[in-house]
């Protein structure tokens, strides 16, 4: 059997892939896999496949801001939408690309506490600033994260990783892979689980 | 509690409405729920809500065949879509409509076989002659659903349900309200079951 890591994409302003994020390194650590965090832009993704943020769709964004709440309600948590929602999250996920390097430690200490701002105080935390200082509450140096998030490298790590994500078949978040299978969506965690549970049918 | 009947909006085009298909009226019986079909024209919704089948967006498209094999295999069947899917089914659902007034008994059962020989067999049978064919099937007039499927006011009935549906939320199939409460897709009946046993959360 296979221990390879899942291969878990993401953008930070996606509330289907917070849900995903509060369960999957659990999930996973059931089987001894790790997870890989992979944050992407998303809005590129999207201007590719010709798709929008779904709360832009008639009839569809009401539905999925109900659907969500009362998904985020069955795993015991309310959600809280940031007002102006959806931001760009440009900094968290530079960010976290480059603490996966600089102090591999902190990154999904990090992003758990971004996401946990976003979607459960409901606070737009995407300026860097504001990124920074929920990277500072999880002892990273708030300067040095400021800096970071403004390199070029830093910078074209996440188009890089975006455009391989693509290069995968990636159209969406949460998206996972795992031994190759590609699933959509935090409600397929389950299937996911079960495809390592039987290596697949 | 409650036992007014789930309703269960579909297009005979959709793959995972075929996949609900075989489940909800089973799962509807445990809980002492009758499960009402109403066939809707996916093309005209997705019209007002600028979606298309998922199949025409580059990336989602490919994932969508492959997430819909592999759902089907987890419930122990194969699925073939049929040369030029997807294809405009009016006769169907027009056909369907005309038979809940003309021989209730028949609807489902002609419902059934229309799923099957489009997703199962895996043939185009949207022409209504072809579709008069599945009628028969299952003990229908042929000639007399013939001339149903070209009824104005059968078409109009048809166009109402689409209409009613959309002003209900409905963006896309399959489409489930229980007591009230809006699911969208074959993934979440297990949703549904819950929201019956609980009465929601």
């Known amino acids: 059997m296979s221990n390879a890591a899942i291969d878990f994409y993401l953008d930070f302003v996606s509330p289907y892939?917070?849900?995903?994020?509060?369960?999957?390194?659990?999930?996973?650590?059931?089987?001894?896999?790790?997870?890989?965090?992979?944050?992407?832009?998303?809005?590129?993704?999207?201007?590719?496949?010709?798709?929008?943020?779904?709360?832009n769709y008639p009839l569809k964004g009401p539905y999925a801001e109900r659907d969500l709440a009362r998904s985020a309600r069955q795993l015991g948590i309310e959600i809280r939408l940031p007002e102006g929602f959806p931001h760009a999250t440009l900094a968290a996920?530079?960010?976290?690309?480059?603490?996966?390097?600089?102090?591999?430690?902190?990154?999904?200490?990090?992003?758990?506490?971004?996401?946990?701002t976003y979607f459960?105080?409901?606070?737009?935390?995407?300026?860097?600033?504001?990124?920074a200082k929920v990277a500072a509450?999880?002892?990273v140096d708030e300067a040095a994260f400021l800096d970071a998030v403004q390199d070029v490298a830093i910078k074209d790590r996440?188009?890089?990783?975006?455009?391989?994500?693509m290069d995968r078949g990636v159209f969406g978040a949460p998206f996972m892979f795992v031994d190759g299978e590609p699933f959509w969506g935090s409600d397929r965690l389950?299937?996911?689980?079960r495809w390592i549970e039987t290596g697949g049918w």
């Open 17 to 55: 892939a917070y849900l995903a994020s509060l369960r999957i390194d659990e999930m996973a650590a059931r089987h001894d896999r790790d997870v890989a965090w992979r944050p992407i832009m998303l809005g590129a993704v999207f201007k590719v496949v010709g798709t929008e943020p779904i709360v």
């Open 93 to 116: 996920a530079r960010g976290f690309y480059w603490l996966t390097d600089a102090d591999p430690g902190k990154a999904k200490p990090f992003a758990r506490a971004f996401f946990a």
């Open 120 to 131: 459960q105080e409901g606070r737009n935390a995407t300026p860097a600033e504001d990124t």
């Open 137 to 139: 509450s999880v002892g």
């Open 158 to 165: 996440l188009k890089a990783e975006t455009s391989a994500a």
């Open 190 to 193: 389950d299937q996911v689980e």
